[in-house]
């Protein structure tokens, strides 16, 4: 990360320069003040005295160091106490730019990423990325500005009913009326988006609130007393799982987000690994155990490996931790995991038997509960057999492509030697489509949190955005790169001037096909071929876009450009866009038609 994008102790910020003057900060005291009260000025922040004070007071309280939004006329008052706040503000170029920022600082942070916008369209524009993180389970605090309360119902200019427009799609909301009670909400939401199962939570702020006097310092960051997580997990069908898994003769461990929120991959892979159980993950779950590893069957589902689809349609016992068994995963339901019985972990007693039944239900925290197995268990399942024809799969269903040198440039290969390029602690973020399940099927995870997508919502758009807010959540020495698709791209291709502003080092490679790639392997293998409205063949110049913006532009056209292009655009110190001209026709296998079996995946079109 550079420097301009680091966190920057207030007597070096902007906030000296002429261009921002220091009005209403303090001076230096007199050389004779005692030295103790120095330090307890120095301490001892300003006393709150309106309701954006108290806002922003929570956040500091919160530890908040990054916030991301766009200024408006009904958030102002906010963003005037920001002015003088320790927080970092990005400002991003769209309020969906800035809630996807958010979504992936949490995803990559562990803690809640906040997003800002005003009232109205500022709002309504957040709803995506709000709704993108209820399905994924992000924790993520929205803050949004709010007409006068006087006003609210009157259709006043930029109202909208925020917190009926985002109910449907966040973990808890807030209209807060009372600037006693303002900071102390949003303390409150802050907990409750990371709290339990993480997700999304929404506080609207009038304006008459946020400008109203207060002395009122906010609550700490805690949930309810109303609000309860069961943590460990009932000990009697913990026990009677763990006769199960030692019974076993074809178990598999299926690892989903969860894991990776609840910060169980160590104990997952411990646990796989001492009594050598074959693992695929979901989607949300990669990362969570290391493709590398030879008990790795990697991810499942539509557009999973074929062995990892084989592993579950045959498997008789497996254990889900963290997973809410979505149609892309399953395929059809009658046919996934038929002869499976299934031991489900998961902290949300709402997921256990949504879609799939779980004959052991073990509610809890991924981690506290698979330590419950682990102490349970106390023989491992003999599933030499079993294995073996796991690693049989593998050979069988390879993930090998052709790659002839006189023909288009396939986008197999350049997730790969991106992949080759970068160290293993690379942070991958990507918007949605053929790119995307590439990116998915050719790169090897080995860690948590270094795989930061869009699953449940299928947002197009969210890649270079979160690649914004992944970079400021990593660390410093950690390599960011964005895997997008032409069509993603140009949906929020405008936060680039948000990276080179912040001189953030981010590189983006385009896997530029003129096509909305996926829909078009659709339209060919369902609708006959007809094309209408995927040909994107209108498409600009993306590296000189890039330049354009003040950003690095690269190209790529034939396969002895692609190592050392790639080297280059990651070695530049500042944001990077690599336009890759991939083979219009390349297509995402294997594949299971929506509803399908898992088993019966197609390796060519002629198999759908």
């Known amino acids: 990360m550079s420097e301009r994008a680091t966190k920057i102790p207030p007597a070096e910020t902007e906030a000296q320069s002429d261009d921002h003057p220091t009005e209403g900060t303090q001076t230096e005291p007199p050389e004779e003040a005692d030295s103790d009260a120095e330090a307890a000025a120095e301490t001892t922040p300003e006393p709150v005295t309106t309701g954006a004070q108290a806002v922003v007071r929570a956040l500091e309280n919160a530890g908040v160091e990054y916030a991301f939004g766009v200024q408006g006329g009904a958030i102002m008052p906010v963003y005037d106490a920001l002015y003088d706040s320790d927080i970092y503000h990005v400002t991003m170029a769209h309020e969906q730019g800035a809630s996807h920022a958010a979504d992936a600082y949490g995803i990559v942070s562990g803690e809640p990423g906040v997003c800002l916008a005003t009232s109205g369209p500022g709002a309504t524009n957040l709803v995506t990325g709000i709704a993108d993180a209820d399905m994924d389970s992000d924790p993520m605090l929205a803050l949004t500005g709010q007409v006068p309360t006087e006003f609210v119902g009157n259709d006043a200019f930029q109202e909208t009913d925020t917190t009926g427009v985002t109910t449907p799609v966040t973990k808890d909301n807030t209209f807060s009326s009372d600037p006693d009670l303002v900071g102390s909400d949003v303390s409150e939401a802050f907990a409750l988006a990371r709290e339990g199962r993480p997700g999304p939570t929404l506080v609207d702020l009038p304006k008459d609130v ?3 006097e ?6 700490a960051p805690k949930t309810p007393d109303t609000y309860e997580v069961q943590t460990n997990a009932d000990s009697a069908i913990v026990e009677a799982a763990a006769d199960r898994l030692e019974s076993a003769n074809r178990p598999v461990m299926l690892l989903g987000g969860g894991v990776i929120k609840g910060e169980a991959s160590e104990v997952c892979r411990e646990f796989a690994i001492e009594h050598e159980i074959p693992v695929v993950t979901t989607m949300p779950g990669i990362g969570a155990f290391p493709e590398d590893h030879e008990l790795s069957m ?9 062995y990892a689809n084989m592993a579950i349609t045959h498997c008789d016992t497996m254990l889900a931790i963290g997973t809410r068994f979505d149609d892309r995963l399953t395929g059809g339901i009658d046919t996934f995991a038929p002869d499976a019985e299934i031991i489900h972990v998961d902290i949300d007693p709402a997921e256990i038997s949504k879609n799939i039944h779980a004959d052991y239900p073990l509610i809890g925290d991924a981690e506290t509960v698979v330590e419950q197995l682990a102490d349970a268990v106390q023989a491992s399942p003999q599933a030499k057999k079993w294995r073996a024809q796991c690693q049989q799969w ?33 942070i991958v973020t990507t918007g949605v489509g053929q790119h995307q399940m590439w990116a998915c099927q050719y790169w090897t995870y080995t860690e948590p949190r270094t795989w930061v997508s869009s699953h449940g919502l299928g947002t197009m758009g969210y890649g270079l955005p979160a690649a914004i807010g992944a970079r400021l959540a990593a660390d410093d020495e950690q390599t960011v790169v964005c895997i997008d698709g032409d069509g993603s791209f140009l949906m929020t291709m405008q936060g680039l001037s948000v990276a080179v502003r912040e001189n953030l080092d981010i590189t983006v490679a385009v896997l530029n096909n003129e096509y909305i790639g996926m829909v078009r392997q659709w339209q060919d293998a369902f609708f006959e071929g007809r094309h209408s409205a995927s040909n994107y063949n209108w498409m600009p110049e993306f590296d000189k876009l890039a330049e354009a913006f003040g950003a690095a532009g690269f190209r790529i056209d034939d396969y002895d450009e692609v190592a050392d292009t790639i080297e280059e655009a990651i070695a530049y110190d500042g944001p990077s866009v690599i336009d890759v001209h991939i083979d219009p026709q390349a297509n995402v296998y294997p594949m299971v038609p929506a509803g399908g079996d898992n088993g019966q995946f197609a390796l060519t079109e002629d198999q759908l």
């Open 394 to 426: 593998k050979s069988d269903y390879s993930m090998a492509y052709d790659a002839p040198e006189d023909e288009p440039v396939q986008p197999e290969f350049v997730v790969e030697a991106l992949d080759e390029a970068t160290d293993d602690d690379t």
């Open 214 to 219: 207060t002395d009122r310092e906010p609550d």
């Open 298 to 306: 990697e991810m499942a589902g539509m557009h999973g490996t074929g």
């Open 210 to 212: 946020t400008k109203a």
